[in-house]
């Protein structure tokens, strides 16, 4: 169940702008935001997505070697 409820919180901050400008400006309290609305995650998870830093979720494409991404 974990895995799914992190393919979820990607999602949302991939699609949501709002959420990814709060995430940006309070990583911790957009992903509690997240979790009381149903998206569990282990402390270890939210401790990846913290980590991850707001620039993660603000690139629309990325080439790598050759390819877009």
Sequence with gaps: MSQQ???HVVDR??????LRLR???DPLE????LHVHGFELTSDEI???V???AH???CEK???AGQVH
């Design 5 to 7: 409820n992190v393919g």
């Design 13 to 18: 901050l991939l699609k949501d702008e709002e």
């Design 23 to 25: 995430f940006a400006v």
């Design 30 to 33: 957009a992903i509690s935001e």
């Design 47 to 49: 401790d990846v997505f």
């Design 51 to 53: 980590r991850s830093g």
């Design 56 to 58: 993660v979720w603000f």
């Design 62 to 64: 990325q080439t790598f």
